[in-house]
């Protein structure tokens, strides 16, 4: 029987350990990766401390505004990716097996998405993927492919951004905003509205699902919207019936929001402001076929979906 060469004092660091080195290299930050991974500041420096003593170098030279792998670190760097990495196979082949994304399929939805869009897959899931358990996660976008990327989660939907290391994705399908306005605004009995006819000065929008600011209403000008941190659309509608104004909203909400007493829902003239949502994945999943069909379901169910745009198969 061959006998470990690991040392005691390696075999006492945990994945859990190597993964907040891992944060540390990502955020550049002990304060940012402390917050990503739900730790504290002072018990994420111990963990990677007690790594480094195990391991007999420093990772990360301190001091700096931003911390920076020592060289030793960066070589190392790789080495923990590849142990996760195989890790997170490991756990992938015990949950392998007849049933698709091995029994599982843990799905991150951004919050102002999932309500809307999980009524029209919750029931042809099962049906196409018989036997396998779907379970969904809302958040922010970028939260959650922070949780990707770290195991935590098997996909996201999400719009597309910049390429992230280690995740692929799939263009799923491009969802319209519409207007949703005070019901005593000027021009709240109107179907539909130019966004030209609008005060960027009197619209609310939120940071991270209008992340473009003016370019989402289409408008050039000095004036600037007020921006408050994301909340439900069902907040962000009531903040409208409540302060006046407008807002932009995701017309696969258009009848949850419709409901709600004080505003109005009005069709964009001419331009389209809008979201693409895209379908991630990290590119080492052993689940890729699984998830190339999960994609083709929610493309079908968007060309269904009234409004929705779905996406060409490239």
Known sequence: MQRSMISMALSSVSLRDLALVQAVAREGSFNSAARAMYISPSGLSHQVQKVEQALGVPLFERGGRRVAP???????????????????????????????????????????????????????????????????????????????????????????????????????????YELLLQRGHALAGRPSVALSELDAADATLMTESHGNGMSDLG???????????????????????????YTLVPILAHDRLGSIPNVVLAAVEGARPGRHISLFWRSATPWREDLARFGDLLRALAEAIPGLDAAGQG
Do not use: C, N
């Not at 097996?97 to 799905?107: I, Q, S």
């Open 70 to 176: 020592t060289a030793s670190g960066q070589r190392l760097l790789g080495y923990i990716e590849e142990v996760l990495a195989s890790a997170e196979h490991l756990e992938h082949a015990a949950r392998a097996g007849d049933v698709a994304f091995g029994g599982e399929l843990r799905l991150g939805v951004p919050s102002t998405l999932g309500p809307y869009l999980l009524p029209h897959f919750i029931e042809p899931f099962p049906q196409r993927f018989p036997g396998a358990r779907l379970t969904i996660s809302e958040g922010k976008p970028r939260g959650l492919l922070r949780r990707l990327q770290e195991g935590e989660l098997d996909a996201v939907l999400a719009p597309p951004t910049a390429t992230v290391t280690g995740l692929d994705a799939t263009d799923l399908f491009f969802e319209p």
């Open 219 to 245: 408008m050039t000008g000095s004036a600037r919207p007020e921006r408050i941190q994301d909340l439900s659309l069902e907040s962000l509608a009531t903040l409208v019936a409540l302060r006046g104004g």
